[in-house]
């Protein structure tokens, strides 16, 4: 009888081996999908800023931002660059730029061919108030959409075109504190690295 036993297990385990190595990967990947889906860390605790240029030194500009807003709770910093005289220039803003990016830098000769109102945060005067009171603001059919980026603030860390260029909030970021779709005042890291690099 004993004998029977194992000579039934190693024959159903001579056609069956295959099933549990693929049940193994699937139980590991479902284990990696669960893992990321609870400890994936909040948007309000996330900045990207869309580059129109080439970020130099990504390494200093991380940890000087996340210097800066360590009492904000940022926890991660991403840049994305293009280049504007680049072909792939616009798919770059349209499909990374609106989707991801919570502050674009946009040369003057880009903003002017662009439907801001499909993607820019427009900028209310108590918004302009509480953060942007004396600087230049891009205006455009009377609503406000930009801030002038002071270019000496973010030349060690960027190399941007020989023109203005302006900082556009995205509107579905979750760093636009009470101004934002989940308005929650003390989220305001995208408001204030604009206010910081500001003119």
């Not at 400890?39 to 200093?60: C, M, Q």
Request: hydrophobic share 35%; proline share 3%; charged share 25%.
């Amino acid at each position: 009888m004993n004998e029977l036993r194992k000579h039934r297990i190693k024959s159903v385990f001579r056609y069956t081996w295959p099933f549990y190595i693929i049940s193994g990967v699937a139980i590991s990947l479902t284990l990696v999908f669960i893992f990321g889906a609870t400890h994936r860390i909040p948007e309000y605790k996330t900045l990207t800023v869309f580059v129109s240029g080439e970020v130099t030194d990504y390494k200093k500009l991380e940890k000087d931002v996340l210097t800066r807003f360590k009492d904000n709770e940022l926890k991660t910093f991403g840049t994305i660059d293009a280049n504007p005289n680049e072909q792939t220039y616009y798919n770059r803003l349209s499909i990374q730029g609106y989707s991801s990016a919570d502050i674009l830098i946009l040369p003057n000769s880009v903003i002017e061919n662009l439907n801001l109102a499909y993607f820019a945060l427009s900028l209310p005067n108590e918004l302009v108030n509480d953060y942007y009171s004396g600087y230049s603001i891009y205006n455009r059919d009377e609503v406000k959409y930009g801030v002038k980026l002071d270019k000496a603030k973010v030349n060690s860390y960027m190399n941007l075109p020989n023109e203005d260029c302006y900082m556009v909030l995205n509107a579905k970021s979750q760093n636009l504190g009470e101004y934002g779709g989940i308005a929650i005042k003390e989220h305001d890291n995208a408001l204030n690295l604009v206010k910081d690099w500001g003119l």
